[in-house]
């Protein structure tokens, strides 16, 4: 089964390519793929029901970055991604998401926000069909997010951010209990598209960071 097919995104649709880039690096540096792994071809696709060919780019792209490096017979293995690492990033998601959330306010009334909204179904739907911690969930979840950041920032502003790995450390952080996905998600794009910047950079933060007490985005 090919879990990357995904919602449909319009124009801005990703390719299989980055789909399977994205879902890689989202696994590594969430550490899902632990440090020191051996990373094959052939049981990623398997797994994501692709061919070599993405999964190959995918692999180069990860080992040019720095999370995925080359050792004895060519093989590929997970680096280490260690807590301080990932802390770090995680700041830096919460800063990016409160400044896209500030962009959006100041655009409210010209974001096609139906259309962000539709993909709550895919996300919907691939959570009561293969559960939170499945490929198809982590596929829909990041595109949700992709998408809100397209809305937010210029093509060539999100472009450039869509290429920073450091930035998008994981598609989000651990779901903790007491949060239903869909609803949470929807409750942040109500606030999002409010047009009361405290109430939208609020959301996004409190999304963002998301701890056991969070429950909600009031």
Known sequence: MNVLGGADISD?????RERVYRF?????????????IRLTEEQIAAELGVSRTPIREALQRLTSEGL?????????????????ARAELHELRVAFDRVAAKMLTAKADT??????????????AALSEFGVGSPQYSIAHLEFHMAVNRA??????SS???????LYPTDDYVQQP??????????LLDELASGDLE????????????????????
């Open 12 to 16: 801005a649709q990703m390719s299989v």
């Open 24 to 36: 890689l690096r989202q696994r590594i540096t969430t550490g899902e793929y632990a440090g020191g």
């Open 68 to 84: 995925v490096e080359r050792v004895r017979r060519g093989q590929l293995v997970v680096v280490e991604f260690d807590a301080a």
């Open 111 to 124: 974001v096609d926000w139906p259309a962000l909204y539709a993909l709550l179904d895919p996300l919907g």
């Open 152 to 157: 937010a920032f210029t093509p060539i502003t």
């Open 160 to 166: 450039f951010l869509q290429r920073q790995a450091f």
């Open 178 to 187: 007491g949060h239903e996905p869909v609803s949470q998600h929807r409750a």
């Open 199 to 218: 109430r939208a950079t609020t959301a996004a933060r409190i999304h963002a960071l998301r701890g056991p007490g969070n429950t909600t985005l009031a």
